[in-house]
């Protein structure tokens, strides 16, 4: 399972013959397991299962929605909300919905559901989302890639590292290959969105886009209605 999801750093510490856990460099046993946390109760915990609910059913929740006839954006909100988790006060992973694309690139990004100031780093990322080297408004290789903040615009990148974020996930969900509407999910962790996370990113993107192809079917008809196709002219109400 671990070579499937792509869990190299923890094969690492996995022997030949299943031995657990070994250093990864002298290839000698460890005392303990080197991913057990302790929490403020004094509960120790398995860090790596540490993913919540709210995040593992990021992508049913974004299909839910889409059934019950919800916008692409009111999807897209549903996403970047359920792809949000704090552990013991501390952000772990945080997303963001981008929107309102004007000559292909994305203007306005907002963090839906946030209970708490959202501090500079949505400051940054709404002030620079326009950026023409972002991620987000280049055309991505794939449904979504995760990059080093570093690659980020440099205000954005100084903020997500000052909020102890390491990596961001970038997703974006197009229309006819036009960009519609982005979700930038910012970890604390190089693997945070390696494994089932890859796996959620992916179906709720799939469901982002069946939601703006619906709202793309909704207007053609809608044109189609009120406009001669011949002419231009409106047609009789």
């Known amino acids: 399972r671990w070579k499937k999801l792509g ?14 856990w070994l250093d990864p460099e002298t290839g000698h046993r460890l005392q303990g397991c080197p991913y057990l946390r302790r929490n ?5 915990l398995w860090g790596v299962t540490m993913m919540p609910h709210s995040l593992q059913s990021a992508a049913f ?10 916008s692409a954006h009111e ?4 996403i970047a909300e359920r792809l949000s988790w704090s552990w013991e006060a ?39 989302v326009a950026n023409r080297d972002a991620p ?28 102890g974020f390491v990596v961001a996930c970038i997703a974006v969900g197009r229309l006819d290959g036009e960009p519609q509407l982005g979700i930038v999910s910012f970890g604390v962790h190089e693997h945070a969105f390696q494994g089932n996370f890859e796996m959620i990113m992916t179906e709720s993107v799939a469901t982002l886009e069946m939601a703006l192809q619906r709202e793309g079917a909704d207007d053609k008809l809608r044109r189609a209605a009120e406009q001669d196709p011949l002419t231009g002219l409106a047609n009789r109400m």
Do not use: M, Y
């Not at 929740?61 to 919800?70: E, K, N, Q, S």
């Not at 999807?75 to 549903?78: D, K």
């Open 136 to 163: 987000w408004n280049r055309d991505l290789t794939a449904p979504h890639v995760t990059v080093p903040v570093e690659d980020l615009p440099a205000a954005i990148a100084s903020a997500a590292s000052a909020a």
């Open 61 to 70: 929740h974004a299909l839910t929605a889409f059934g019950r006839g919800a």
């Open 90 to 128: 501390r952000s772990e992973i945080r997303s963001f919905l981008l929107a309102d694309t004007v000559g292909g690139a994305f203007t306005t990004a907002t963090e839906p559901g946030a209970t708490h100031h959202s501090g500079s780093l949505l400051h940054e990322l709404a002030g620079h």
């Open 75 to 78: 999807v897209g909100t549903t």
């Open 40 to 44: 403020r109760d004094g509960k120790v």
């Open 7 to 20: 869990r190299e750093d923890l094969l690492a510490h996995a022997g030949e013959t299943g031995w657990l």
